[in-house]
Every structure is written in C-alpha cells, then in structure tokens.
C-alpha cells in the first residue's frame, strides 16, 4: 500500500473554512485512499468531513500535513495541496 506525506503552508485566504473546507472534503471522497489532515500541534482529523476539517481552524499561514494511503495516494495529495494551496 502507497503512503505519501506531504507538509505544507496553506495560501488559501479563507483557510480551510466553508467553501474552501467543502471542497477539500469532497476531494478527498472522490480519492480511494485514506486521507487526513493533521495541525503542526499534532492533531489529526479524517479529510473527507468538513466539520473535522472546521475545528482544525486552520487559517491562511497555517502549516499542516497531509497523509494519504492507498493507491492513488500522490495524485491525492496533488489535488488536495491545489485547494490548500492555490498560489
């Protein structure tokens, strides 16, 4: 089984709140892997819920890590570090 890791700075204005949160969830629900988003403070939560991605409160400057397993881990990733990270 394929796991992919990637660290990065979100860029999107709005964080990862409402509409730019929604769309990484479903994203992450089009993948077959297993995908989760984790803050630098260590707390992880699934990527596919967008309630579990909204108390991460994660805001534009933020550092997070992704984590994917499974067979399309790395075009995963790719797709989710775009809405993450747009610039």
């Known amino acids: 089984m394929t796991v992919a890791e990637r660290r990065l700075i979100v860029t999107e204005?709005?964080?990862l709140h409402a509409r730019p949160a929604a769309a990484f969830a479903q994203a992450a629900a089009r993948?077959?892997?297993e995908?989760?988003?984790a803050r630098e403070d260590g707390h992880e939560v699934p990527a596919r819920s967008?309630?579990?991605l909204m108390t991460l409160n994660i805001r534009c400057g933020d550092a997070i890590v992704l984590r994917a397993r499974g067979a399309d881990a790395e075009?995963?990733?790719d797709t989710l570090a775009r809405?993450?990270?747009p610039a």
């Open 13 to 15: 204005e709005a964080g």
């Open 31 to 33: 993948s077959t892997a």
């Open 35 to 37: 995908v989760t988003v």
């Open 50 to 52: 967008v309630l579990s």
């Open 75 to 77: 075009s995963t990733l």
């Open 83 to 85: 809405i993450a990270d």
